[in-house]
């Protein structure tokens, strides 16, 4: 069973491999009547672009997104959104180097093993460039959610390299090619990226995802929690390899005293929170305090540095993976987990208002 | 859209408040001609019992589970398996204390701020009590598998404790009343979790678990991966807040030549792994190396610490709770991330055989 | 692939076998702080109960319904729905006669080739029992969907015996034992069906069922389309073989100027029909015209005339299917048929919500 | 809730409006190592295509589906298989005629009443131009299954012409422009359907489909029976009001003792059936016999007889609908039939592999 559709009443299904003639996505369970142009889908896009900084791909992708159904004069009708990208930077280049190699860390081997056949050019289906539908369709549940909330990434480390908690501003992170929300760190992030990629190296990331003004309720017991669909779509981004809520695996090591967020009557009969080490999750719902996860994006397997492996016919092997690749996939990762994070929410509020109405 | 149904092709749907009558499952999807008898599954259940040592809840529970359908002569049939089990240790206390108030880390405020009604008898449907049904399915999953897959998990940290991997056998969870993979630490954790407890305190955990036999290839592209899956799956259980695949959060700080799980040819024309930094699945795929992921539960978030609150009409409140409370539930947890895991994999088996044939 | 889960947003799992302890089922999906106990359903339930003219099956089963889970102090809170009836007539006889043999019409033969084993007892899973699950969770449907929609389900065939379409009055299918709309009709039944069974012979039959007060708007294109979804979930029923929506197979002998539902302009700014030909419901969308389907439910195959047939070792067997059974199991799918309809309504109703919002 | 994916486990999820620059669609859980190429689906495409005789629609589309994903080197992959056909012939007439007209038997209304807004060009969503994402995706169905399935369905009724059962002969569905499977019916349906077109009337039809080679043991209780699906997806098609499995709706005048289909021993120990009211279908499971469905298809909407209506602002108005239209898009509806039949046979054969092997 192969599933390539996120969601249950806002689904995103999308296709595609790197080096097809293009890739895209269906997004069907959109509201109607709410505008929506490319031009409201474009700038995410922009942003994971490969391309805009050295610290990422140089492959050239002007990733132009079409609006092919489900939008009629400037308002989606309720029927489902087809986007298309074409891909203008399949490099004809000879694949038959990593044709029978399987790349340390690539699903070369599990496609193989699965499937007994693949497509190997630049990754295929396993490729990172899917996940540029998730921020074309990203873009859409944006619009979809109400008024007032606002999600916001950025990457708090690269490789070693860690951003002060007490420095992160999400307001920073379009000052630098990091997406990271602590200028200061940021600047010194640079040379680091550098030496790594001199180095014929790459460097893994964590991004933190924080969304404001979802309200109390959305969610749901048992297996359609807020915090388990969310863990669950993010660790389908590629590379990603662990996924946290609040404080994330940091509780295991709380004790029940300092892990309690205590609440108190605020001044507008509301409640105001004392701390938020559950992430702005309890019990699968929303709580009304911020929604905070954190992802980590494995390095980048495709590296200069070479590691032995095995051909498909068994034969051992030195791979080098030359061609154009990111130092640091967690940097691209930034709006994907903004995007992935804005489908879940949407879907949840979708889902909400089934059950218990506006 | 309440969602009390797990998996794809194998399919549980469970029910059931803390102090309800009963709780149960519905287990669909099984295949047929599989021996199966209350027995194979009590045993499961009685790892997970309460009240079997001091250091979990004194609640006197039987949890005797009655197969009602989907069983003929010994066998499954292919129709749905009911499983139910009564709940006899109902205390009917009264709950009017907690009625109203908001306790910290519960899912109080959010059930309520959700439906607007909640059954506050014990925590009703968000208690721990349910995922006894996930056991009690997870016996069920482990013989839809293929002999010769092992899933065996272990609590490796209580709260600050942590537990030396290089110690780990998995031998000795069951030497121990923690689930703890290390004898000797688990020597010295009875001490910590009683001084815990009398401090009115509680302590998180982290549990690993790891799959062993899985063959190459079950998982799929794009979001029905395999770790997709698991993740979602894990932060379902109560309490969860993190979970990993392999290196989890700390690829984060890993660089591409360290992270690289290097192969070579094996003796028998396979493949030798030279690391598992990826936990087993490569592209939502599992490779054929044991599949290793870790879960974080947080503290109980039941203590006798009075914590500052607010009560449903406003008011400040300190929330003292008592009652019979596990001081660390992270460790009941270990035979629930068991069952979940072999669930996810039970079902990913299925699902692969759809696509790919036997 | 088993699948025994009925529903999108309102999701009902029904399990159990006639000759079981039990049978059951989980409503999923119910919105919280709707008014529920076991009296708003059981009514529901004993008219479908058999035994209760000499027309229907003389098995004897109370049939009487425990709600376990999902309704606190007498209010749904928005958790699963477990429902289970108690089998109370199980009666202990031998049924080593028809445990090998294919009965005609039945699923013996059909079961055995797909899961190579069958509990034989009383058709096991394929029983007609098994709705008597729907018609519990219909009742809760019906408690779901907005003030104002009237579903009245009646048979208007009965075997060769049609009923005279203008004769229709729905408040008369409780006056009579076979749910027929037309008293006049139902007077003749009587000495028909006496004469079949007497004859060890049954009578298929045709249940109309209307949906008044549906408002304009429920459905979805392409594949959730109302008509399709009510097409299958009637199509589900036991025994059923055909279903019709509006003029059903009709349609396809009529000329587009005759099939046309004119509309004029109403008093209220509304819209007025001048006929309904499409049965309320047009792309998928209801229209708010009522809502009308007819379902076809074949003869019971459990007759007393014997029949040819094979055993499962192959051999020539003549077949007598003594026994409790209804001889025109269409009476008893009557309310059958409304509740299916009462739930795919109930579902479309969420499903709009969820998208077009209140 | 929008719902534009058909299928459990091979899924179809189509997207496009009539005028819109492209219609398309996604075919996920595609076995790997398929043979496919655009070849392989374009017949089926040609057969449906409007324009090829004087009795369906003269709009002009060459219909040339491409494959944009999931196949590679002439196989399958096993990831989703993206379609796509532009519109080439959406002539750019003025629609400001029908803009604010409800169309009788149209979607008209109701999409409107549902989203508020609607694409009245052509149709939009609602258009019959959706179904040729099916029949190319049909395409793929049948090489899904396994050898020796044959699916062959004809018009055996067009308005109040019926086909004698006893001619029908589907060898005789491609010698005539209505895929009559019987000749002689045929060539008197000619000047039938230019006397009503001539009226500015149009005809209903009913479609057989017969599946022969299925084995036994396909399909599954309850809510996923083989019938049911198929009831649910022939009656998605556009116009459908109708399904019959075996004797459908006749089965409700049968007696028990005519409806049974008796067995006898086969030569080569197989089961020989002596007729088939059931339709090759018991208890939602396939016995092995053909599988016969029929549809009726409503006559078209569009015709040239004025017939009253609304508009959007409430007043009264004549509707004549001109335009290139089908006399009886039950001619086109019967790849249409047959596409929607293979689809579900598919997914059938890849659910039972799930749950019972191969």
């Known amino acids: ?187 010194a992030w640079g040379p680091y990226l550098d030496a790594a990629r001199k180095d014929g190296n790459s460097f893994g990331g964590i991004v933190t995802v924080e969304a404001h003004g979802v309200p109390a309720g959305w969610g749901a017991p048992i297996y359609a929690k807020l915090d388990a669909d969310l863990a669950g779509a993010l660790m389908s981004i590629n590379a990603a390899k662990g996924v946290e809520i609040g404080d994330g695996m940091g509780t295991g090591g709380l004790t029940g005293v300092d892990n309690a967020d205590e609440m108190v009557p605020g001044n507008a009969g509301d409640i105001q929170f004392l701390s938020n080490h559950a992430g702005g999750i309890l019990g699968g719902i929303s709580s009304g305090q911020p929604i905070v996860a954190r992802v980590a994006i494995k390095p980048t397997s495709s590296i200069l540095t070479p590691r032995r492996s095995v051909t498909s016919g068994g034969e051992a092997v030195e791979v080098v993976t030359k061609g154009r690749h990111d130092p640091c996939v967690a940097i691209r990762g930034v709006p994907v987990v903004e995007a992935v994070t804005a489908l879940v929410l949407a879907d949840h509020y979708l889902m909400h208002r089934a059950q218990c109405g506006e």
Not at 89 to 105: H, L
Not at 125 to 146: C, D, Q, W, Y
Request: proline fraction near 7%.
């Open 1 to 187: 069973m192969s599933f390539n559709t996120f969601g249950r009443l806002l689904r995103v299904t999308t296709w595609g491999e790197s080096h097809g003639p293009a890739i895209g996505c269906v997004v069907d369970g959109v509201p109607p009547r709410i505008a929506l142009s490319e031009a409201d889908i474009q700038p995410y896009l922009d942003k994971r672009r490969p391309g805009q900084s050295r610290y990422t791909t140089q492959r050239q992708e002007a990733d132009q997104v079409k609006i092919l159904s489900g939008v009629f004069e400037g308002q989606t009708t309720g029927t489902p959104i087809a986007l298309m990208i074409e891909n203008t930077d399949q490099r004809s280049r000879d694949y038959s180097d990593i044709k029978d190699q399987y790349r340390p860390g690539h699903a070369d081997l599990t496609y193989d093993k699965k499937y007994g056949i693949r497509d190997y050019r630049g990754g295929g289906r396993s490729s990172a460039r899917e996940t540029a539908m998730r921020v074309a369709a990203g873009a859409i549940a944006r619009k979809i959610l109400p008024a007032g909330i606002r999600i916001q990434a950025g990457l708090v480390q690269m490789g070693p390299h860690m951003v002060d908690p007490a420095n992160v501003d999400f307001a920073h992170t379009g000052d630098n090619p990091f997406f990271c929300p602590d200028p200061k760190a940021a600047k």
